[in-house]
């Protein structure tokens, strides 16, 4: 599907070229951000208190000339404070600003590019954009032109909203965000399908169906145009993707005329048409790293009290919490947080200085050679290259993840606590997973007396020298990752629907199967091989993924390599292979897969829910044990600790979208009260096993 988008997206933007002299063409970013987008809609970073961004308003604009724009305008959230500062230094650029509006029939966010009003209007709109109607309206009788921002990304809403929702915003709009270029080419392309498929005869129909009048918001109800932006938080791509605006005898005009006044006039006319580029995941990734980077150099407690009173629920409130503290933890690290200063720089084209490229540890030399790279290439470029750069990340990940768990390896067979592990019980573990639930026991308090002071604790910090670096390096590119599939494809579902409704650009239904065991000698890898005969006999949609350094890739068979692989003493049977986390990710998008199948609760089945809630995609767990029975039987666990295990496993097979079972009776142990899960979630399924099994 990629490989059709990218032909029809390179095919329509040469057509939309072809039409007009480039002489006519003034070029423009008319979707782009500034340190003033300082309230972000999300609500997680509303609870944080961060800004958008922090990028300076002249690097942007720097980063806008350099790119090839011919006219300027800066589109920050509900408010134009960089446009007036711009201003008042004499550059001429255009009013503008992304207004985030609310849809009160359908309790609906969305977001309207506003161009072309004055300091007194700009404060009118904001009162009025709790009403999209009557922004609009207001919108219209000044004359002030509007664009409806990635209209298929939604805000304030987690289910599909029907399709009269659109046809609504079909009416009252008279111009549409095509080319985006923080979303994919799926998304962009769906946008430009839909609107081109609008017709005066369309319109005529919808205003009836839904008794409104088109008139009252758009001064040509049948004409409907089509613009590009960056949407760029970062700086590095503001102006890669934008608008061509059509201005006859622009070159004559621009002797007399200012530009902004001139790019006002066409937006009004919908005078216009995108420029860009294929979208795929680079460059939402380098962002979001480049965000998650500002953070960490520039984050402040934003206070627990804050977190518990602010709106939101329970859910969003504790990974607030849980986002708060890990960036608490990296500003503790002076080594990564340096490290991050230099990246971040970098970033910027700021080659590190010779003394620290000399001083730094041979181990992370490699590192810094990637970061200089960047660096080198943004100077070369004069601007950032996102192949070659999201190539200098992937490099950067793989080098920390081997080096990782090769220190890990180590330390774990020289580690002293390593010479009673045989000693240890796995009940005695498990009993000690809980926290206390009063405050007071997390305050250091000395010790009594009498009481001998236990090494276990400094044991452990000693054990996690040298780790955390990469650790959390390693973690913060795979978070990045996962934000940047997540804002992608938030809106899966939508683009699903809208791909069937107009029945192109539907995306491929393709299942990864992914397990722990495959190559092994039991009885899940012994069934999952019967399958994958099955699969390759019936050529079906689907692959199995497995994590091996042993097998060889075959048809709907994908092996990957493991990063380190090791035997736990109280499970010695089933090897516990480490993939390469960024590896799995890229690949569940590159092969474009749409749903998800887990059959072991290891590694494989943590990267099955990394991968739905990344790429909003369903997951299900095919279930072969009662891991309650089993610790009890095998395991000799006691009554409190199987407890344990059973709310352990509730939890984690709750997560999944619908679970797979062989048996009666295991889907009798699921919808019991013991576990509480739901009937509807529970299948059982056809046993495909053959005669010996």
Known sequence: MQEELKTELDKFLAEQYNQYSREDLLKIDLHCHDCNSDQPDELLGRILNVPETWIPTKSVLDELTRNGCEALTITNHNNAR??????????????????????????????????????????????????IFHFLQYAKENNIPTIWAHPLYLYGTKNMP????????????????MLNGQRDTWQNM?????IGSVTPQKIDTLAAKYNIDPNQYCKDIYRKSLSG???????????????????PDLQNRLKTEKKSDLVLEAIRKGDMFPYGSHQNTEKITITILNYVCQIALNFKDPGLLRMILHKGDANIKLLSLLVSNAFAEVQRHKIIMSCIKIYHNCMHGKVPSFIYKFLVSSAYKPVIF???????????????????????????????????????ATKLSKAKWTKQKKNLKLENIISKLELPSYIRAYSKSPLQKGVKKSSNGSD??????????????????????????????????????????????????????????????????????????????????????????????????VVVKPLYEFNLHLYRDLPIRVPNFVELHNLFHDKEYDRIICSTEGIMGAMGLYLKHAYSVSASFFIHNDWVRFSEKNLNFDTHNRNRVRRF?????????????????????????????????????????????
Not at 162 to 173: A, C, I, N, Q, R
Not at 190 to 194: N, S
Not at 391 to 400: E, Q, R, V
Not at 487 to 508: C, D, N, W
């Open 229 to 247: 932006g960056s949407d760029c938080h970062s700086g590095f791509f503001s102006g890669l993707t934008g608008t061509y605006l059509y201005i």
């Open 190 to 194: 769906l946008v430009k399908e839909w």
């Open 162 to 177: 029907p399709m009269s929702f659109f046809e609504t915003m079909l009416l009252v709009f008279e111009r549409f965000e």
């Open 460 to 557: 452990f910090r000693n054990f996690l020298v040298g780790l955390t670096f990469p650790f959390l390096s390693s973690a913060l590119l795979l978070s990045a990752h996962f934000i940047s599939a997540k804002v992608m494809y938030h809106s899966r579902a939508l683009l699903k629907e809208f791909s069937q409704t107009i029945g192109k650009f539907r995306h491929p239904e393709r299942t990864l199967w992914l397990t722990d065991t495959f190559e092994d000698n039991n009885v899940v890898a012994t069934l999952l091989k019967e399958i994958h005969k099955k699969i390759k006999e019936q050529n079906l949609p689907i692959d199995i993924l497995v994590c091996s350094s042993i097998l060889q890739p075959d048809d709907h068979l």
């Open 370 to 408: 990637d970061v200089t790279s960047i660096a080198l290439w943004y100077k070369k470029d004069k601007g950032l290259k996102p192949v070659e750069y999201y190539k200098a990340i992937c490099s950067i990940n793989n080098y920390l993840n081997k080096l990782l768990f090769k220190r890990f």
């Open 649 to 693: 496993f509730r939890m984690y097979y709750n997560a999944f979208d619908k679970l797979l079972v062989t048996n009666e009776e295991l889907h009798k142990w699921l919808t019991s009260n013991e576990m509480n899960l739901p009937v509807e979630k529970v299948y059982q399924t056809t046993n495909w096993a053959n005669d010996i099994l």
């Open 82 to 131: 960089s446009i007036w500062q711009t201003r008042e230094k004499g550059t001429d650029i255009l009013a503008a600003a992304e207004f985030s509006c609310w849809v009160p029939v359908y309790n609906l966010g969305i977001h309207v590019l506003t161009y072309g009003f004055t300091k007194e209007q700009e404060i009118e709109l904001n009162n009025l954009r709790s009403n």
